[in-house]
C-alpha cells in the first residue's frame, strides 16, 4: 500500500517548488497593468489610429503560442528519446495553452485586418500558415481523446506533434518566401518606441501566465495520472486477494 | 533488440540529416526567385497583348485626386500610379477603411481589352512603420471624409 | 546488401496489397466514383458561370483527389488488422520502415489510378484547356501527390487502430497538406494561365522541399508509431 502512493506522493510534491498560484495570479495582474500601460502611454498610430492597440495582445498570443508549440516539440522529441510520461504530459499541457493562445491572435488578427485592410481574412501566406498551426494543435488535442492506451497515446502523440512542428517554420519563412501585404516582423527600427516598448512588457507579461498555466495543466496531468495508477492498482490488489 | 535500436537510430539520424538539408535549402536557397508578386503600371502595360484577361496583381499609387467613389452604387473608379505610367482601376464594393489619395494599393483582378484593369480584390498595402502622427495631422480624418462625402478632390 | 533486402520487402508488401486490391476492385471503384461525384457537386456548387468552373478546375481536382483518397489509407491497414496479420508483419526481421515504403507504393499506384479517371473527367467538365507545357503540369501533380500519399499512409498507421478512424484520419491529414494543397494548386493554376507572375517555378521547388522534409520525417516517425 505504501509503494502504491508513492506516485501521487511524488506528484504532490511537485507544488511545494513553486508557488504556482501566486505566479499565475501576478502574471493576469502584471498582464492587465501592461495592457493600460500601453492603452494610456502610446498615441495613436498615423495611418490606423487606436486600432494599432490590438497589436499588444495580438502579437504576444502569436509569441507565446510559438513559445508553447516549441515546448510540444522539444517534450515530444524528449519522450521519444527516455520515454518518460512526464514529458508527455508537459506536450499536452502546452499543446491545450498553445490552441488558446493561437484562436487568440487569429480571432484579434481578424479584428484588426477588417479596418485596416478591410477584409476579415486574407488568403495570405502568415495568416493562413497560423491557421494551419491552429488546426494542428485542435487534431493533436483529438488524437489523445481518441486514444485510450497511455502508452500509445504519448507515443502517438509526440509523432504527431513533431511532424506539426516541422511545419512551424513555414510559418516564420513564409515572410521571405512570398511578397506579402501582410507587415513584415516589427522591429525596433520600424516601430517607434512609444510602440514597442509596452509591446515587449506586455510580452512577458503574458508569458508568466503561459508558464503558469501549463505549470498548472502539468500539475493536475501528473496527480489524475497518479490517482489512475493508483486505481489500477489497487483493481490489481483485490483481484490478486480474491484470487 | 540492440540491433533493432541501433537501426531505429540510424533511421532517425540520416531522417534528421535530410530534413535539416531541406530546411537550409528553403531558408538559403532563394526559391521564391523570380516571383512577381504584382506589377506596376509600368511592366502592365509594356506587357502588351499578353497581359489582358489574365489573372494578375497591380500594384502602386492610388492616383492624387483621381478617385471617384460613388456611394449609392458601392461604384469605385481610380489610377493606380507609378513614375509617369497610370492605369484605370474599377472595383465594386466599399474600400478600405485607410484607403485614400497617395496610398500604396495592390488590386487583383484582370486588365480588360477596353483598358480598365477590373478588381476583384482591393488591398491596402500597409507601410511596416508605426508611427505617432506629427503635429496637427489628424490620422482618421482623411479616409472619413472619403468613405462618407461622394468624390474626394 | 541489408538496403537491398528492405526494398525486396517493400516491393513484396505493395504486390500483396495491389494484388489484394486487383482481385476485389471495389476499393477503387468505389474511390474513383466518389472523386467523380465530388467534382459533379462542385460544378453544382459554382454554378452555370464557364468562366468561374475553369478557373476552380485546378483546386476542384485536387479536393476531389484528397477526398476520395483519405478513403484508401485506412483501406489499406484495414485487411491486415481484420486478418490479425499485422503483428506477424511486424515480426519479421528487417526495418519496419520497408512495410510503410511497401504501402506507400501500393497507394501511390492506387491514387495515381483514380487521377487517371478523375482528371481527365474535371477537363472535361470544367472545360479546362491546357496550353501546353502538360509535362511541368504531370510533374506538379506527381509532385503533390507524392507528399498526400506518404502522410495519408503515415497517418493512417496510427489512425486506423484508433476510435473513430474515419473521423480522425482527416482531422490530422489535412492540416498538414495544406501547404502542398497550396503549392500544387498555385502552380497547376498559373501554369494553366501562362504563368505570367512566374510563380510556378517557387511553388514546385517550395513541393519539393515539402515532399523530401515528410518522406524522411514519415519514414523515421513510422517505426515509433507502429510499434505500440
Not at chain 1, 507579461?205 to 495543466?217: E, N, P, S, T
Not at chain 2, 533488440?1 to 534528421?16: F, P
Not at chain 3, 510503410?100 to 470544367?126: C, H, Q, R, T
Request: proline content about 4%; glycine content about 8%.
Amino acid at each position: 500500500m505504501t509503494a502504491s502512493t508513492m506516485p501521487l506522493a511524488a506528484a504532490s510534491d511537485r507544488r511545494s517548488g513553486l508557488p504556482w498560484g501566486w505566479i499565475a495570479v501576478g502574471g493576469v495582474l502584471a498582464l492587465v497593468a501592461a495592457q493600460v500601460y500601453g492603452v494610456l502611454t502610446s498615441p495613436p498610430d498615423r495611418d490606423m489610429g487606436h486600432l494599432q492597440k490590438i497589436m499588444y495582445l495580438h502579437v504576444p498570443a502569436a509569441w507565446n503560442a510559438f513559445i508553447a508549440f516549441f515546448v510540444v516539440a522539444v517534450a515530444s522529441l524528449r519522450y521519444l528519446w527516455k520515454g518518460r510520461a512526464a514529458d508527455d504530459l508537459l506536450a499536452a499541457s502546452a499543446a491545450e495553452i498553445g490552441s488558446l493562445l493561437t484562436g487568440l491572435t487569429l480571432a484579434l488578427g481578424m479584428l484588426w485586418g477588417k479596418p485596416t485592410w478591410g477584409i476579415w481574412w486574407t488568403w495570405e501566406p502568415r495568416t493562413t500558415s497560423t491557421a494551419v498551426l491552429f488546426f494542428m494543435f485542435l487534431a493533436y488535442l483529438i488524437l489523445r481523446k481518441f486514444v485510450d492506451d497511455p502508452e500509445r497515446r504519448a507515443q502517438w502523440s509526440a509523432v504527431v506533434g513533431i511532424l506539426g512542428a516541422l511545419n512551424v517554420p513555414i510559418v516564420y519563412m513564409s515572410v521571405r518566401w512570398w511578397r506579402t501585404l501582410h507587415q513584415v516582423q516589427g522591429s525596433p527600427m520600424t516601430l517607434d518606441s512609444t510602440y514597442y516598448i509596452p509591446l515587449r512588457i506586455n510580452a512577458v507579461a503574458l508569458m508568466i501566465v503561459l508558464v503558469a498555466f501549463i505549470a498548472h495543466r502539468y500539475r493536475s496531468a501528473m496527480i489524475t495520472q497518479a490517482a489512475d495508477d493508483l486505481e489500477d492498482r489497487a483493481a490489481l490488489m483485490e483481484g490478486g486477494s480474491r484470487a | 533488440m540492440s540491433n533493432a535500436n541501433g537501426r531505429k537510430t540510424a533511421t532517425v539520424v540520416i531522417a534528421s540529416v535530410i530534413v535539416v538539408g531541406a530546411f537550409t535549402y528553403l531558408m538559403l536557397g532563394n526559391i521564391e526567385g523570380d516571383v512577381v508578386y504584382f506589377y506596376t503600371p509600368t511592366e502592365l502595360l509594356s506587357k502588351g497583348d499578353a497581359a489582358y484577361d489574365r489573372a494578375v496583381r497591380l500594384g502602386g499609387q492610388v492616383s492624387p485626386g483621381s478617385v471617384q467613389w460613388n456611394a449609392e452604387a458601392l461604384d469605385l473608379k481610380f489610377k493606380v500610379r507609378e513614375g509617369t505610367k497610370e492605369v484605370l482601376v474599377h472595383s465594386k464594393g466599399a474600400p478600405p477603411q485607410m484607403f485614400r489619395d497617395g496610398m500604396g494599393v495592390v488590386v487583383e483582378g484582370r486588365y480588360r481589352r477596353d483598358g480598365v484593369f477590373e478588381s476583384k480584390n482591393l488591398m491596402i498595402k500597409h507601410s511596416e512603420e508605426y508611427r505617432a502622427p506629427k503635429a496637427g495631422e489628424r490620422p482618421q480624418e482623411m479616409y472619413r471624409s472619403l468613405m462618407k462625402g461622394g468624390t474626394a478632390s | 546488401m541489408s538496403l537491398r533486402d528492405d526494398w525486396r520487402r517493400a516491393r513484396a508488401v505493395a504486390l500483396k496489397d495491389l494484388t489484394a486490391e486487383r482481385r476485389s476492385r471495389a476499393g477503387l471503384n468505389a474511390v474513383t466514383f466518389l472523386g467523380v461525384l465530388v467534382l459533379m457537386l462542385f460544378g453544382f456548387a459554382l454554378g452555370p458561370d464557364t468562366e468561374a468552373m475553369r478557373e476552380a478546375a485546378v483546386g476542384a481536382i485536387w479536393l476531389a483527389i484528397l477526398f476520395s483518397g483519405v478513403l484508401a489509407f485506412n483501406r489499406c491497414y484495414q485487411l491486415e488488422l481484420d486478418g490479425g496479420a499485422l503483428e506477424p508483419l511486424l515480426l519479421y526481421p528487417g526495418s519496419r520502415w520497408s512495410i510503410f515504403v511497401g504501402k506507400v507504393l501500393a497507394n501511390l499506384a492506387f491514387v495515381f489510378l483514380v487521377e487517371l479517371i478523375v482528371i481527365p473527367v474535371a477537363m472535361v467538365l470544367f472545360h479546362v484547356v491546357v496550353p501546353g507545357g502538360a509535362l511541368a503540369q504531370i510533374a506538379v501533380l506527381v509532385l503533390g501527390t507524392i507528399g498526400f500519399v506518404t502522410l495519408g499512409t503515415f497517418y493512417a498507421a496510427m489512425s486506423s487502430r484508433s476510435r473513430s478512424r474515419e473521423v480522425l484520419l482527416p482531422l490530422l491529414l489535412f492540416p498538414m497538406m495544406i501547404p502542398a494543397l497550396l503549392a500544387s494548386v498555385q502552380a497547376s493554376t498559373a501554369l494553366l494561365s501562362g504563368d505570367l507572375m512566374r510563380e510556378a517555378g517557387a511553388w514546385v521547388r517550395l513541393l519539393i522541399a515539402y515532399d523530401v522534409i515528410f518522406v524522411a520525417a514519415s519514414l523515421a516517425a513510422f517505426e515509433f508509431a507502429i510499434e505500440v
